[in-house]
């Protein structure tokens, strides 16, 4: 059975959602206070039954603020369920919520109680004077197909779109399970109830006559240790000392002992103990946080598939936020990679580059801040501007450095290591503008491929800002020099460009357009230091003279391409304060990117 779909109507930050869930694992992605922890708290809602049901009866704080409430409204959360038909747990579960075609859907709705409802339609009661006390939740699934979830208003009632109630004794065989971003793993593996040793131990079924074996085991450790002279005489002066302050009436024996002689003794007081290269047989509190989260989720992965091997179980889904938490970056690409080989669905919030580097683009699921608007979320991998090809490159090129597009909330594109290096100090040298602190990712793309990354930026992929910044003579509408014949006319750069993506072009290359007057010095001092003081000799003599012609440019890009292009760039941003001068084209770039 697979997750195959989620819809959220008017929940807390989130006012509408429709998302399709193709991978095992799903990766949410967004920056900060976007909702990501709103959609996973939503789907507990809709199908955790460990979640206490008074989260169920909502709060003010969990209706979107945009809704209206001097009208009545409805909060909706739905699911939708695909490959289920040929496992019978799987169907027992969905019967009643399936609406043809392999489908069937279960959604919570929030909204005013039926004699309420009944009092709108009779105009009986005033929709303004309504508050959440009139308001009451239930769960139900199915309903006519040709009626989609986000079609559903508050007013129709659940008999007239053919839902039936589902109680939630029927998700039981569900199992979902949520691993918050703060936890205590130690903590959870030590209490009974939370731990997943404990679930797995009693999912294995151990047999009457093992469990007797384990109990005279510790009978008989515990008869060693009462033998022994020192805790024999502790346990003596305990008893004494407790019979003496409880006096005969309330007096009960004392002995010392590893365990009581009982198997839910043993399970409650059996610890997962580990071995490394220095120490051998010590508990998982000597580990490190990263670690332990590791170890919680292998065990937690080994109770469900115990579960699923009972024959008991209607499927599992795993919810876990910033799994990244206290990982280095290797056991993230391990865990993911695990994680996505498993034969149960995963559902991940995180702001790990490394994680979005490694999954595929249609596991993603991409909440984005608007200006005066709840958050919008966007499945790329269905971006209309997106070819195959497009999906193809960009799995290949979104290593650790360039995802992080997908976190930014404004972006720069640019060619390489130079501009890397050299734009954001000259725009703070000459704008006093942090590009950082202005929320703007500078991203270089190691080439002039932008197509496929300029195309992720739209109304239905990535809705913000994202500045291609070029060299002129890359760009087929640049007449191209003799010999380059072979560019297509439709990777012309300015064709990119939408409501979200806008073209800047130098004249020539960025190392030429930097040689200009008011920057000599500054270049003068790289070309000295790296060990060119003939071309720095002839770069201080036109900061002298003033003025600019195309032997200085040509100096400078030689230069560049002589020491490489990355190491000028990084001995030019050492002397970056004696310059002057943007180029143009780099600042019309950063006063789009920052205006309103």
Known sequence: MRLSRIVIKNFRTLEFV?????????????????GKSCLIHALRLCLDINLSSSYRALIKEDVYAGVDRTKPFQVLIGVEFEEFHGNDNQEAMLHGTQIGNGRARIFYRFRPKRKIREAIANEECD??????DDYSWDLVGGGNPTIDMKDIEWDDENEA???TKVGLQYL???LVVFLPALRDVEADLQQHRKSPLAQLIEASEISAAEQESLIQAVQTANEAIEASP????????????????????FSMDVDLGLSAPT?????????????????????PKRNGLGLNNILYIAILIEYFRKRAALGKAAGELLLIEEPEAHLHPQLQLTLLESLSGLPFQSILTTHSAH?????PLNSFLLLTNRVAAAPQLSTLSANPLLTGNDINDLERYLDATKSSLLFARKVMLVEGAAELFLIPPLVKQTMDIDLEREGISLIAIHGTHFSPFARLFSEQGLPKKCAIVGDADHDPDVE??????????DTALTTLENNFVKVFLGNTTFERELAIDGNFTMLANAARELGAPKIATALDFASMIGGENEEEKDRVLRTAKRFGKGRFAQVTARHIDQNTVLPAYIRQAVEWLTAA
Not at 127 to 132: C, D, Q, S
């Open 172 to 174: 039981q065989a569900f």
């Open 127 to 132: 929709p303004a004077a309504l508050t959440l």
């Open 263 to 283: 198997f839910q003794a043993i399970v409650r007081n059996l610890k997962v103990l580990l071995s490394g290269e220095i120490l051998k047989t010590f508990e």
């Open 230 to 249: 020192t805790i024999r005489n502790l346990a003596t002066a305990i008893d004494t000392a407790f019979k003496e302050v409880t006096g005969p009436a």
């Open 18 to 34: 429709d998302a399709q869930i193709k991978n095992s694992v799903t990766c949410v992605i967004g920056e900060n206070n976007t």
């Open 480 to 489: 191209a020099e003799e010999g380059d014949d072979d560019i297509p006319a």
């Open 355 to 359: 994680i979005t580097a490694k999954a």
């Open 161 to 163: 779109i053919g839902a």
